[in-house]
């Protein structure tokens, strides 16, 4: 984007003054100070204009470095197409921006996620099941997995008695679950967890 141009579309001025205004906001002149004192390198542009120069300004400029962020994720995705790469460019709101780059956002990684990839998935459900002949204790010994990153499996004692949360049958299960793994996952030793979390 343009974005000397776009200002200048969008304010109805010259590009020169445009291109004066941001060099002067650029160098730590302040909005008042130009109007007053820098009229003849703008062409003596009112505050008002100067004001919605400013703020059009400043949300460009973050559009842009935004766009460049998405674009550069995608591509790393190994997803980014011509036609995703134009849809890209052609955006000018951060609404469409973000709406286009939703379907390829990265997933924070939970401790529940965590727990799971480390294999603690079936203690959780183990724990959360009425049925429990093996003391959870014991359980937990069978996941202590040093090379994958477990050193040691320790069960909170609330573990097995977490209220059912409210939703359907199978987001119960579910959530039920991932509660369960993060307690796990809290009281556990899992090696590096604590900074795959993005937390």
């Known amino acids: 984007m343009d974005i000397l141009k776009k200002l200048a579309e969008e304010l109805n001025i010259k590009v020169w003054q445009a291109e004066a205004v941001v060099g002067l906001i650029d160098e730590g002149n302040t909005i008042p100070f130009i109007a007053r004192y820098r009229k003849e390198a703008h062409g003596a542009l009112n505050d008002e204009v100067l004001r919605n120069l ?46 286009l780059y939703r ?38 010994e069978e996941f202590v997995d040093p090379e994958n990153g477990v050193d040691s499996v320790k069960i909170g004692v609330a573990s097995t008695a977490m209220p059912n949360p409210a939703g359907s049958a199978t ?29």
Do not use: F, N
């Not at 470095?65 to 036609?83: A, C, D, F, P």
């Open 54 to 99: 400013d703020e059009r300004l400043r949300y460009l400029r973050t559009l842009e470095e935004r766009r460049q962020t998405i674009l550069s994720t995608i591509e790393e995705q190994g997803k980014l197409t011509e036609e995703l790469r134009a849809q890209i460019e052609a955006a000018e709101t951060s609404v469409g921006l973000e709406d």
């Open 103 to 140: 379907p390829y956002k990265p997933k924070r990684r939970t401790r529940a996620m965590i727990a799971r990839e480390k294999g603690l998935e079936p203690l959780a459900l183990y724990l959360r099941s009425a049925q429990t002949p093996v003391s959870p204790e014991k359980k937990a």
């Open 171 to 199: 987001s119960m299960v579910t959530r039920r679950t991932d509660s369960i793994l993060v307690r796990i996952w809290c009281l556990s030793r899992i090696a590096h967890a604590a900074e795959s979390t993005g937390s």
